[in-house]
């Protein structure tokens, strides 16, 4: 019954390494969302799921970006070969399905540093 | 987002009432939210608005005005609590992709 949780919390690492964030939508949650966020910033979004269909990819921001939700349900944000400016906040949001189910949970985010 | 304008930042004094405009250009969408971010959290719901007017609810109210591609958020009985960002957003039709704006910081002053 938690809601949306996201691993980890911190990452550190060097220009250059590959890093995987993990993100777990409340259950029953069919959309899931990506979002960066740069310090002061807003929301960029990244890239946006629902159910079966096939991801909705038009804000990654270069082909070192990539996500994967397996059997609808947790997702994994992939950043290839980090640059420092991937450094930011990454924020992980599930929806519910129904006429009224348009709020978005966020979870907690993991804040990634590439020194 | 680029096509979202909101004012970067606001400072209001506690007890008093402020209005947070969004104005947005895009061809269509299902609705618009507000969401509500303090420092270092993650961003939680406010409102959303699917069509014209205003929806009250306790001390926060939103407007949206389709016709005129703006929304306000407002704010009553200001609380030193009430200091975060404030984030315009709209969802596209077909609740696909949302759109957030930069986010206005309120800060409430004493």
């Known amino acids: 019954g938690a809601g949306v949780s996201q691993s980890p919390s911190n990452k550190v690492t060097e220009k250059g390494k590959d890093v995987e964030l993990r993100c777990d939508p409340i259950s029953g949650h069919t959309a899931l969302y990506w979002y960066r966020q740069s310090l002061g910033q807003g929301l960029e979004f990244l890239i946006y799921f629902q159910g079966n269909s096939a991801p909705d990819k038009s804000g990654l921001p270069s082909d070192r970006f990539s996500a994967e939700r397996t059997g609808g349900s947790v997702s994994t944000l992939t950043i290839q070969r980090t640059q420092q400016e991937d450094s930011a906040v990454y924020l992980c949001?599930?929806?519910?399905?129904?006429?009224?189910?348009?709020?978005?949970?966020f979870g907690p985010g993991t804040r990634l540093t590439v020194t | 987002g680029q096509n979202i304008d909101q004012p970067t930042e606001m400072t209001a004094t506690e007890g008093a009432i402020v209005q947070i405009n969004c104005t947005y250009q895009t061809s269509g969408f299902n609705g618009l939210f507000w969401y509500q971010q303090h420092a270092g959290e993650a961003p939680t719901f406010l409102s959303y608005?699917?069509?014209?007017g205003l929806e009250e609810k306790g001390r926060f109210s939103s407007f949206l005005s389709r016709s005129k591609g703006y929304s306000y958020l407002l704010l009553k009985e200001l609380q030193m609590k009430d200091s975060a960002s404030y984030l315009c957003a709209h969802q596209d039709r077909g609740y696909q992709k949302v759109t957030f704006g930069t986010g206005t910081k309120l800060q409430v002053i004493p």
């Open positions: 608005n699917v069509l014209d």
């Open positions: 949001a599930s929806r519910g399905t129904g006429g009224d189910s348009y709020e978005q949970y």
